[in-house]
């Protein structure tokens, strides 16, 4: 059972230590708000990570319901599982882009996943499971245009893409997508991103000499969605920006972009005891008291994937009211220091929500940590059981 809280949200599940909660009208909401705001390339949700932490089943289902036909995962095994829960070819197609050698090739075209091949290793690889399996591939190329991580390098462009030709004219692959990946979207101005398209363009008119024909040509992520519709070509692959989180902090907040974030994380208080001041806090004492004030403790810690470094910076909203992290977090639990308010063992602690009641969110934490709203979200760990909202029917 459930109940809400003063400010609006909804309380922890009655007995549960912690939890997140996953607001599916919101995450369908930032898509309705992404298409508007591309108006004409399809949407690929990006669910890898368990959807950034949120549940890739779960999301990816209300991408699907939602009207999405594209999904994008990193590794095979998150693809393999999105069409062993159910979703099928019919319903989306699912992009994987990050193999590595001996990787699950035939179990992977038996299920009918897109495949991103960077070089001739792994386009050699998925060969030999066409043959192993008499499935013709779905391949989407990719070039690397400044990036530097995955991608092939324009040098080994032209005989990737013969290679590939020759493949696609044995009847034994379809190209059906050519992209890449953006290395400073999220910095507007920054000189890469007009380099980065241009080597694209490049890599693509490449291409289309040697005979390809890709269904869907693809290069913006989320704050390129956001920013830069020249990039938009076929197809855009929101990541963030479908969790509601803004990928342009210094831009724009997520409501200027008509997005909401879908993800709160609640708990409840463990322990309030008075102490006296100069009273030391958690590991090594890098807190103590400045007067006689009570304590709260928060059951969780890192192993659940509240940042070490939140220690001493933190935020957290008890009561309707703003406290910090008081000392170091621990693996399990943190303090916070109420000074000389008043709370009770089992009221809730709202570590970060949409923000629409004054509570922190995911951006402030980032900020506290000194890092991205991406890694508060996505570290989140298994131990803090997700409940879902607002489910499509």
Not at 225 to 247: C, E, I, K, N
Not at 338 to 358: K, M, Q, S, T
Request: net charge negative.
């Amino acid at each position: 059972m459930t109940t809400a809280n003063t400010t609006g949200t909804a309380l922890l599940t009655d007995g549960v230590r912690a939890e997140a909660t996953i607001d599916l009208a919101a995450l369908r909401g930032n898509l309705d708000a992404l298409r508007a705001r591309t108006n004409g390339p399809e949407l690929m949700a990006v669910v890898k990570a368990d959807a950034y932490g949120h549940g890739a089943v779960h999301c990816a289902r209300e991408a699907v319901a939602a009207g999405t036909r594209w999904l994008g995962t990193a590794t095979p095994e998150e693809a393999l599982a999105l069409r062993a829960a159910g979703i099928s070819a019919a319903e989306a197609r699912i992009l994987c882009w990050l193999w590595i050698p001996g990787g699950p090739w035939a179990e992977a075209l038996r299920a009918d996943i897109d495949i991103s091949v960077s070089g001739q290793w792994a386009l050699d690889e998925l060969l030999a499971a066409v043959r192993e399996t008499g499935v013709q591939a779905r391949v989407h190329l990719k070039a690397d245009t400044g990036l530097g991580r995955n991608g092939c390098q324009p040098h080994d462009w032209p005989d990737l893409v013969a290679a590939a030709r020759r493949a696609e004219a044995e009847g034994m692959l379809n190209v059906v997508g050519i992209w890449s990946h953006f290395a400073a979207a999220d910095e507007p101005g920054h000189p890469s991103i007009r380099l980065q398209q241009d080597a694209f363009a490049l890599a693509l008119a490449h291409a289309e000499r040697a005979g390809l024909r890709p269904e869907v040509r693809h290069l913006a992520n989320s704050p390129a969605t956001l920013l830069l519709p020249a990039s938009h070509y076929d197809l855009v692959r929101p990541g963030l920006a479908m969790y509601g989180l803004s990928p342009v902090p210094e831009v724009g907040a997520p409501a200027d972009f008509g997005l909401r974030p879908v993800m709160a994380l609640t708990a409840r208080l463990a322990l309030v005891k008075d102490v006296p001041g100069g009273h030391g806090v958690s590991y090594g004492h890098h807190y103590t008291t400045p007067g006689p004030s009570t304590l709260g403790l928060v059951p969780v810690g890192y192993a659940d994937g509240i940042p070490r470094h939140a220690s001493g910076t933190g935020p957290v909203q008890v009561g309707g009211k703003w406290y910090t992290v008081a000392g170091r977090v621990a693996m399990d639990q943190f303090v916070i220091d109420l000074g000389g308010d008043h709370a009770r063992v089992g009221d809730e602690v709202l570590l970060f929500g949409n923000g629409e009641h004054g509570e922190p969110t995911a951006e402030d934490w980032g900020r506290a940590c000194g890092t991205l709203s991406y890694e508060i979200i996505t570290r989140i760990g298994a131990r803090v059981p997700r409940r879902y909202l607002g489910a499509s029917e």
